[in-house]
């Protein structure tokens, strides 16, 4: 600090049972150096709390602001408008820079009337009295209405709990393929009238499943749930590879060859069960 008289006698823009001094022009500019615009007679909170961590942890460009201005003839006597149109109209390097910092300083701290700053100074300062006033009185009304309001409202309150919204859930996949012509059908048979108590059919027509033998095409077999031939209700499951039966269902009669039988040349003489009289007795001359 310079040793220069600092003021203090004249009447501000300030609350008059407000002692103003040298710390308490620290928070004020502390405060104008943040970036967001509010009301400078009624200090929000959160801007406080943050401005007066700047101070103790002397930050810039507040403390390059600080010095300058404590070093500023008659400093306390300005309004807190001034100070925040001083700073917030500043280029906003000059801190770097202290005589060019100084310079501007006593080219634009010019006030005359400090109780009741000009239209101009509050517009530079971005005091926005209505601003806070008007929002807060909105988030009151809301809340009053019933609607969640962030700060407000208790976000455990159950009302607020929102069930009409949520994702739907995924259901699981009742045929798995686990590769090599091998599916997983327990999640499906959990749910057949064959296992256990019945359920309420979903359905879940055409799920495509196809069949990986090497020695047949691949042909895609629908795993439908839904009514079966009965009308019963049940579901109706058509499921791969139980037995050959089953696949002849659903795989074209061209492509079941059945491999030619190859019989012996010489049979004992007896009776066999499923020997053709023409093959029992070709084979035996």
């Known amino acids: 600090?310079?040793?220069?008289?600092?003021?203090?006698g004249n009447k501000t823009d300030r609350n008059p049972d407000y002692e103003h001094t040298l710390d308490t022009l620290d928070v004020e500019i502390a405060m104008a150096t943040l970036p967001m615009d509010f009301n400078i007679y009624e200090l929000p909170g959160s801007v406080y709390r943050r401005a007066k961590e700047i101070v103790k942890k002397k930050e810039s460009?507040?403390?390059?602001?600080?010095?300058?201005?404590?070093?500023t003839p008659g400093i306390l006597d300005y309004s807190r408008a001034a100070i925040f149109a001083l700073i917030r109209s500043a280029h906003p390097e000059f801190y770097h820079y202290p005589g060019r910092l100084q310079g501007y300083i006593n080219a634009n701290l010019t006030e005359t009337d400090h109780e009741n700053p000009t239209e101009e100074a509050l517009t530079a300062a971005r005091h926005t009295p209505?601003?806070?006033a008007v929002e807060e009185a909105n988030r009151q009304l809301a809340a009053a209405r019933g609607e969640y309001v962030e700060g407000i409202s208790d976000p455990n309150d159950p009302k607020w709990v929102k069930t009409g919204t949520s994702q739907p859930t995924t259901e699981p996949?009742?045929?798995k393929n686990v590769g090599n012509g091998i599916f997983d059908v327990s999640a499906l048979m959990q749910n057949s009238s064959t296992h256990g108590t019945e359920t309420n059919p979903e359905t879940t027509s055409n799920v495509q499943v196809q069949k990986a033998d090497s020695d047949e095409k691949q042909a895609g077999d629908a795993v439908q749930a839904g009514e079966d031939d009965l009308g019963t209700g049940k579901e109706a499951v058509t499921v791969e590879n139980q037995n050959q039966a089953e696949a002849q269902q659903n795989v074209p009669e061209s492509q079941q060859e059945e491999p030619e039988a190859a019989w012996p040349e010489y049979f004992e003489p007896g009776r066999?069960?499923?020997v053709p009289n023409e093959v029992y007795h070709a084979a035996n001359g």
């Open 1 to 8: 600090e310079s040793g220069a008289n600092a003021g203090g």
């Open 61 to 71: 460009p507040f403390k390059e602001w600080s010095a300058a201005l404590r070093a």
């Open 130 to 132: 209505e601003k806070d």
């Open 173 to 175: 996949e009742l045929v």
């Open 272 to 274: 066999y069960e499923g």
